[in-house]
């Protein structure tokens, strides 16, 4: 069982350049989420997803696009690059709304140049 | 908007001692209350979770309390190991069970041997 995976684990690009970060999770959590994480700042919600094909937005959307179309993957675009986003970025799932614990991975770390 | 805050930022014991850190939230209509673990350049583990109608739960060393009205949370660790060294990260859910977590920033704990 893996949990909640993450892909890349480290990342460099230039401003202007797009990426999309994965993350995939094996426990057939209907919730998904991505967080980015700044020193000072806490963890703030970037988007959320409470099912396949349905995403909402967070406290931090702008910048970023997601889509739901299996259970399983929820991947974060980065449509162009800019040097605030350089963050930690975490995706959580858990196995319903609110009810359960929720699953991190282990983190992508984006450097924008 | 709901608001959670972890007082102290930092804190060094000595291991072997009782030690407890504090969360507060702005807005007392939660659904529950979770405490993460993150170690340095890592994710987050998830250690205890508090839904709205429990006052504690324990795991282990850790003991972690809840007390709505007040808008409080407190993680109690017995005694402290150098292991237990980490960030301790407090977070809420609002109470319609459909919004995602609100994060406090955390206290980075340091247990010297």
């Known amino acids: 069982n893996a949990g909640v995976t993450q892909t890349p684990k480290f990342q460099v690009l230039k401003t202007g350049q797009s990426m999309t970060l994965q993350c995939a999770q094996d426990?057939?959590?209907?919730?998904m989420s991505w967080y980015r994480q700044d020193p000072g700042m806490g963890l703030r919600l970037i988007h959320y997803?409470?099912?396949?094909?349905?995403?909402d937005q967070g406290e931090v959307p702008n910048g970023y696009n997601v889509s739901r179309s299996t259970t399983e993957d929820f991947p974060l675009r980065l449509l162009s690059a800019a040097p605030s986003q350089t963050s930690v970025y975490f995706c959580?799932?858990?196995?319903?709304?609110?009810?359960?614990?929720?699953?991190f991975g282990a983190g992508t770390r984006l450097s924008v140049l | 908007k709901q608001e959670v805050t972890q007082i102290p930022a930092a804190l060094s014991v000595p291991e072997g001692e009782n030690l407890v850190l504090n969360c507060s939230f702005t807005?007392?209509?939660?659904?529950?209350l979770q405490w993460f673990r993150q170690d340095p350049g890592k994710g987050l583990t998830s250690l205890l979770l508090?839904?709205?109608?429990?006052r504690e739960q324990t795991s282990g060393r850790l003991n972690a309390s809840l007390d709505k009205s007040s808008g409080r949370s407190t993680l109690y660790i017995a005694a402290s190991q150098p292991g237990d060294s980490a960030t301790y990260l407090c977070?809420?859910?609002?109470?319609?069970?459909?919004?995602?977590?609100?994060f406090g920033k955390g206290t980075r704990l340091s247990v010297i041997a």
């Open positions: 959580a799932s858990s196995y319903s709304n609110g009810a359960g614990d929720r699953y």
């Open positions: 508090i839904q709205s109608s429990q």
């Open positions: 977070a809420v859910m609002d109470d319609s069970g459909n919004t995602p977590l609100v």
């Open positions: 997803s409470v099912g396949a094909g349905i995403t």
């Open positions: 807005d007392s209509a939660i659904y529950n």
């Open positions: 426990m057939n959590h209907e919730y």
